[in-house]
């Protein structure tokens, strides 16, 4: 598959690549795959990027080995991060066998809860085209970063990302694309509630409710409603609309994985506790919704105009500007 969205480009290699990707936060979840080699997922997902935070990636040849540098520290050939960086690399070798120099960067505060491998994997896939001087479109590069992880395709663009789940088998009908609407005054916040190590991955709880959940029946339905509410929403402005379709499907997803054999749930006590705060704050009219992924940490969803009302909710959040960046 790699190989075939490579054909034809030239593999130079001089000097260094470098690239920036944003981080990512679904609106509506991709949750569930059709093929988990090539991460092709079961239903269309709806992102928006955060601007600023995301990661800052710079790729050069190495000797003898690969090097992996994480926020200027070196990583150990064994750590997770080396092996699942080696693992994507592996593709990327070429003919002349090319070990790299790895250097990451994330904007994100590190060890918040909120590192993404997202970011991490586009990132990574502009400074290869760069280093390589693959010139690939943008698509083309979408595809290579979702090999890596899922939700790195939609982390190629600023903005609001449709990625569609396509039908090909192959994958080649299976990007991310930008909606091409703007919403200026959109705001993300990071709660921050427990930044320990998950005790299941993503992955292996998304295939683990893919085989055993009841509930997962009901997520391609329930994709369809919110995806087509979301994107009424986002050509209209309507910020309550985004906001309760956005919730709903977060809440959706960690029910599909509730009802899984073992369960997951990856909330904590204070997930529960700023869940019920974001209600409290709304009955009592400041318009605030959440969002959730595979982990206990929230992701708040308001305008620009009741910043400082949500801060005094919130005091601890860090805010993202999807459209500054
Ligand atoms: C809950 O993209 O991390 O954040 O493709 O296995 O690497 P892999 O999964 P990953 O899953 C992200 C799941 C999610 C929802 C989302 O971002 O859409």
New binding site residues.
Partial sequence: MIQSLLAGCRWGAAGEGEAYAPA???LC???G?RDAVL?LPVTD?L?VSLGRLGTHCRIALSGRDDLYFLNGCEQAAGSAFASRLRVFLDHFRGSGRYRYRVDTTNTVATGAGFAS??SGFAALVLALDALHGWDCDKSTLSSLARI?????CRSLWHGFVRWRAGVAADGSDCHACPLGREWSSLRIGLVSVCTDAKPVS??AA?SRTVATSSLYRSWPQQVENDMTGLVAAIEGQDFDMLGMYAEQNALA?HATMIAAKPPVLYWKPGSIEEMEQVWKARTEGVPVYFTM??GPNLKLLFEEQNQSKIQQWFPEMQVANPWRF
């Fill in positions: 990512n936060i679904a979840k991709y949750w795959k991460n997902s992102s491998s997202a890596g992880s899922g939700s790195a993503s992955r998304m997803m992924d595979a």
